[in-house]
Every structure is written in C-alpha cells, then in structure tokens.
Nanobody
C-alpha cells in the first residue's frame, strides 16, 4: 500500500524554525520527484519546494533562502527545513510524489494527509 506520512508541524513564533518529515512506505523514493505544497484557509494549494531523483531543487520565490528541501533516500524520507518563519507561512503542508520536479500540483500521483504549521506571536 502506497502511503506518505508527514510530521513535524506545530506552532512557532515568527523567526522560528521547523523541520517537516515525509516518510514513504509501499514504494521507494529513489526514482521519484518529491514536492512540498501548502494550503492556507481560503487559498489554493501552493507549491513550496521540489526535489528530483538527482537532487535538483526548485523553490517558490516566497521561500527561497529560508526553506530547504532534502531527502534521505536510504530512509525513504523527505524533509523540509523551514527557517525564519513568517505568519504568512501558516498553512497545512503536504508532501507529494510524482514523475516531474515541478511546483505545480497536478502531476503528482501520491499525497500525504498534511501537517499543520502555525506561525504566530
């Protein structure tokens, strides 16, 4: 059974950091692109970061220099390190797996259930 499970969300003050994890089971991440997306209430799902099977990365302009996507393929796990968090980063964060390294949602085939990130003072 293919499954992606995110963890690491929580509440943090502006300027703080969080690291999200995405553990894959039922398949190997080796040959897939991995994306992190977020969705705030009343807003469309937004691509945040993506990484290819050869570790090429893409970032949304809003998070460049603050967020870092990485993988530990031996652990079948992807990460999103989020630093200097801002209130506008508040959203449910999802990981997804697919064939294309893109910040667009539709090409991704498998999705996790999401983890809440709240940035507030």
């Amino acid at each position: 059974q293919v499954q992606l499970v995110e963890s690491g969300g929580g509440s943090v003050q502006p300027g703080g950091s969080l690291r999200l994890s995405c553990v894959a089971s039922g398949f190997t991440l080796d040959y897939y692109a991995i994306g992190w997306f977020r969705q705030a209430p009343g807003k469309e799902r937004e691509g945040v970061a993506a990484i290819s099977g050869s570790d090429d990365t893409k970032y949304a302009d809003s998070v460049k220099g603050r967020f870092t996507i990485s993988t530990d393929r031996a652990k079948n796990t992807a990460y999103l390190q989020m630093n200097r968090l801002k209130p506008e980063d508040t959203a449910v964060y999802f990981c997804a797996v697919g064939a294309s390294t893109t910040l667009v949602a539709w090409p991704y085939d498998y999705w996790g259930q999401g983890t809440q990130v709240t940035v507030s003072s």
